[in-house]
């Protein structure tokens, strides 16, 4: 395993930032180099050995050499603060469950944590469908009146979305959302939608596509169930 190496016996080249490749040198000058700041976590190096080029980052013994990079501190940051969003909170969705912490920090960056104690509304039916919710801890409630009578539609549960629909089409909500218990939601506009595709586009495709794909599978099972009821008509007359 790689963890079991002697780098100690290995040999170096290293791709330096003027486009010169260095070396080969022994572990001790790499060492030395990676001290002084010669060697950064992002700078190329050759393995003789293996005869494969690494960050210096991905070379284990290296590693405390170097600062945590500001993405690492921007979340550590986050996860220390009273109520701060951690990475492993957005890994529980499946659409972004892929997405670097890099990734993961720009889509905080974009977003808005919203604190919703039990029973609050979250949104109004006929808001604006400007952006959607993810649920990071308890769940909420979709509901309508139907006679004066409140109708659930569906119960949102962490680790799942909701507004997507009204958010893509650009159309007022269908129903108000309340949240069951204290839930704690991040909420993701439009216009950040936009800001995270022009700056990071590699992010924002998978996130697409994974949102396309539940809002394809609902409109599968409300077809199928359309289906089912308009079956059950036509037997029973």
Known sequence: M?????????????????NQVYGPVAWPVLMQWAEEGRVTRNTWVFLEGTQEWRPASKIQPLHDNFPPAETTLFLQRQAAEEGGIQPEELRQFAVLSSLSNHELAQLIRLGELVNAQAGETVIKRGDPGDALFFVLAGSVRARIFVG???????????????????????????????????????????????????????????????IAGTMAHRIMEDNQRFQREVAAEFVWR
């Open 148 to 210: 004066g009578e409140e109708k659930t539609l569906a119960l949102v549960s962490a680790g799942e979305f909701f507004g997507d629909m009204a958010m893509f089409t650009q159309s007022p909500r269908s129903a108000d959302v309340v949240a069951e218990g204290d839930a704690r939601l991040l909420r993701f506009g439009a216009e950040s939608f936009r800001l995270l595709i022009g700056q990071n586009p590699a992010a924002a495709a998978p996130m697409l596509f994974g």
């Open 2 to 18: 790689d963890a079991d190496r002697n780098y100690t016996e290995e040999t170096y080249r290293v791709w330096a930032c003027d």
